[in-house]
């Protein structure tokens, strides 16, 4: 269609002004952001650890799980897991693309009389859609595959998070201890070094040799290196209570002091339960059962792979162009809007690829059977944790039961040579010696029961669960 002249600045900014009318729907954004709304008091984070508390096992295991950096990782990788298998079922649904193309050129087309120049600006819009409408399982496998490994994500967060609260567990419960260790500790001091001093006494009376002097000097020595050393074990003990809860070791942590662990009568049942019951909950061993499961989608995948896909592909075109064109003598401008589309049911299927999808099926199957091979090392593997940390909580508890005997033998004698030395009948020599006793006693009894309660949950990781069962 031949149009009037007019000038060549005036068309491109024609077209540039409709191609961007083109663009804007899809492009467009509000000229001025919105006003940050200002922020208002909220309550602190999870992760929030106050230096003036003072923290029990309780809340340590709630900061323990907000802070710690394996916790936060195992957890972020269930996300990224959870990303993916939505974006494994993206296929679904169809493909829609736009696009735009502006601009001028200046070539020229060969010809017998010469060649034909020109001179051109256009503008053209597209949109195309394409639609997989059959793929012989192949959407359907990688969806499979990516959702078991979702699964699988979730248990092992579940799985690093009981493996935390062990970690706090273990680590509170060897503080506890060495803070009544020290107490204990410092109590046997005091009573050696009241008792060198009353040797030193009686010994300018002629009451006592050299031999016991030396003797009591020593037994001071040693309580003094076992207070000193209860001391420092109760600092290095806070440090790995404030690593397991994901403050640096130095961090000024407060804790409280309780009570020995309870006994814990639930889990003293057959071995054989035990394991049956870690075999069907431990969440790691259910981690492996679902790699196992993604490991055979992947099979299935591979195999899809021999059958062709069946697409539905259209496209949408909007052009407008104008150019000016000379040949020989002859020459003039023109403009032109333009409407295409198209539609069409396309199938590839590839024929010949070297053995390229048959080894991949060779591959995947491969990696099935490692991955079932892992799962039962596990499963063999848990049965050994069950079946170890079953007979240490034994072993430990009946460690309490001697010990707890042992502190109240040595309490009723502290009793007696108290009375005994109220009345005169003992001197201040052997009521410091059953002092001394005691204090050792109660210094076994707070191993024996930190012993215990870390074997009580070690025998609860070892099952899958942190918690003991109910009454």
């Not at 169809?94 to 735009?100: A, D, G, K, R, W």
Request: net charge negative; charged share 25%; hydrophobic share 45%.
């Amino acid at each position: 269609m031949r149009i009037p002249r007019t000038p060549r600045s005036c068309r491109i900014h024609r077209l540039l002004a409709l191609c961007f009318l083109l663009v804007l729907p899809l492009t467009h954004c509000p000229a001025k952001a919105p006003a940050a709304p200002t922020p208002s008091p909220v309550a602190p984070p999870a992760d929030h650890w106050d230096k003036d508390q003072v923290y029990d096992l309780g809340h340590l295991l709630d900061l323990a799980l907000a802070r710690n950096p394996r916790v936060a990782a195992a957890w972020n990788g269930a996300k990224a897991a959870e990303a993916t298998s939505a974006e494994a079922r993206a296929p679904y649904w169809p493909v829609l693309v736009s696009e735009v193309l502006g601009g001028s050129d200046q070539w020229y087309t060969p010809a017998a009389t010469g060649p034909d120049n020109f001179r051109r600006v256009q503008a053209t819009a597209v949109l195309a859609v394409e639609y997989l409408l059959l793929d012989f399982g192949r959407r359907d496998a990688d969806a499979a595959r990516t959702l078991a490994l979702f699964e699988g994500a979730g248990l092992l967060a579940r799985r690093q998070m009981q493996e935390t609260v062990f970690a706090v567990q273990s680590a509170w419960f060897a503080h506890e201890a060495a803070r009544w260790q020290e107490v204990a500790a410092i109590s046997a001091w005091e009573s050696a070094r009241v008792l060198r001093q009353t040797v030193e006494k009686e010994m300018s009376t002629g009451l006592k040799a050299t031999p016991e002097l030396l003797t009591a000097r020593k037994a001071e020595w040693q309580a003094r290196f076992r207070r000193d050393e209860a001391a420092n074990l109760v600092k290095i003990t806070r440090g790995e209570v404030c690593l397991a809860a994901g403050l640096p070791a130095n961090a000024a942590l407060q804790t409280r002091v309780g009570t020995g662990p309870p006994p814990s009568p639930e889990l003293r049942q057959t071995i054989g339960a035990l394991i049956e019951k870690c075999l069907a909950e431990r969440p790691d061993l259910a981690a492996r059962a679902a790699e196992v499961r993604a490991s055979a989608e992947s099979v299935r995948r591979a195999r899809a792979d021999f059958y062709p896909e069946v697409r539905l592909e259209g496209s949408y075109s909007f052009s407008t162009f104008g150019y000016r064109a000379e040949d020989g003598r002859t020459s003039g401008t023109y403009a032109e809007n333009l409407n295409g589309y198209g539609g069409f049911l396309t199938a590839s299927w590839e024929i010949f690829d070297g053995g390229e999808r048959l080894n991949r099926v060779r591959r995947e199957e491969a990696e099935m059977a490692t991955r079932e091979n892992l799962l039962e090392e596990s499963r063999l593997r848990a049965t050994s944790d069950v079946w170890t940390n079953y007979h240490e909580f034994l072993t430990a508890g009946t460690l309490v039961e001697y010990t707890e005997s042992w502190v109240a033998s040595a309490r009723e004698d502290d009793a007696a040579l108290q009375a005994a030395f109220a009345s005169g009948l003992e001197d201040l020599t052997t009521r410091e010696e059953v002092r001394s006793l005691l204090a050792m006693a109660e210094y076994e009894l707070a191993a024996a029961q930190a012993r215990y309660a870390t074997s009580t949950a070690a025998l609860l990781l070892a099952l899958g669960t942190t918690l003991p069962p109910p009454h």
